[in-house]
């Protein structure tokens, strides 16, 4: 992992409030070709932070460097800083790096063969979690977290495949919160729900703010809008404009900001 150590604001966000995770010159490379290009920025703890820009502008691959998903991809390979709570992620074990950052995806991808519950426990099962009752309680912890915990309680032994698209999300969130995880990524999760079923996930993130540090890839500036406090705008490859997202929304900065926001491309 090359890349210059960050200065003394790495623990502050660019407006002076605390940062959880910082992103220092970070680079990502699909074997040769440069899809995310020396981009800095700060998350804020317990906060919802945005991250929108055009289709093939590298945000879900900039996402996937938050948690060294990326390494895994064919060619995968990345140049720079990512720190948590002040340490660089990838001096770290990679599984207990995933332990405190976790990830939702962009489709729903429930454990087809396992139930409600069995989904929900898979992680802290992985990390060798075997008594019962500890199962219980972060199993009903968790989906009630995620705002399900209502709808399946009825039917938490039967299976996850059968739950709606929107339920199998929350589903997925549940199995991330598992394991409390510091951190929670989300990789466009509501793109494959309906508008009643984003409505639950858009309610689901505030809250959840109040414990954890989001980031969320959107291709939805209203959604962003709604949800996130600070927001993020990417064009190829690059990061073009880190703001408050009020502010980006009404007061940008950079006239390709300004572009993108009135529709005139992306």
């Not at 709604?226 to 502010?247: H, Q, S």
């Not at 950079?254 to 491309?265: A, D, M, P, S, V």
Request: aromatic share 6%.
């Amino acid at each position: 992992m090359e890349g210059e150590a960050l200065g003394p604001s790495a623990g502050l966000n660019h407006d002076g409030a605390p940062a959880k995770m910082s992103v220092a010159k970070l680079s990502a490379f699909y074997g040769k070709k440069k899809a995310v290009s020396d981009v800095s920025l700060s998350f804020r703890e317990n906060s919802v932070t945005a991250i929108i820009g055009p289709s093939g502008c590298g945000k879900s691959t900039l996402i996937r460097c938050l948690n060294r998903m990326h390494e895994v991809s064919p060619g995968g390979r990345v140049e720079g800083q990512v720190l948590l709570d002040g340490e660089d992620i990838y001096t770290q074990d990679p599984v207990t790096v995933r332990r405190r950052i976790g990830m939702v995806f962009q489709k729903p991808n429930p454990f087809p063969t396992m139930s409600v519950y069995d989904n929900v426990a898979a992680g802290l099962r992985l990390n060798g979690v075997r008594k019962r009752e500890v199962l219980d309680a972060a199993v009903l912890r968790s989906l009630k977290q995620a705002a399900l915990w209502d709808e399946v309680k009825e039917s938490v032994h039967g299976s996850g495949n059968r739950l709606s698209g929107g339920q199998q999300q929350r589903l997925c969130i549940a199995r991330a919160l598992a394991i409390e995880p510091e951190v929670i990524l989300m990789d466009e999760p509501c793109s494959a729900l309906d508008p009643i079923a984003t409505a639950k996930i858009e309610d689901l993130i505030f809250d959840l703010q109040k414990s954890y540090t989001v980031v969320i890839v959107t291709h939805n500036m209203q959604q962003a809008a709604r949800v996130a406090e600070y927001t993020a705008f990417m064009y190829l490859g690059e990061l073009i404009e880190y703001d408050r997202t009020k502010k980006i929304f009404e007061q940008p900065a950079q006239k390709l900001t300004e572009n993108y926001i009135t529709g005139r491309f992306g």
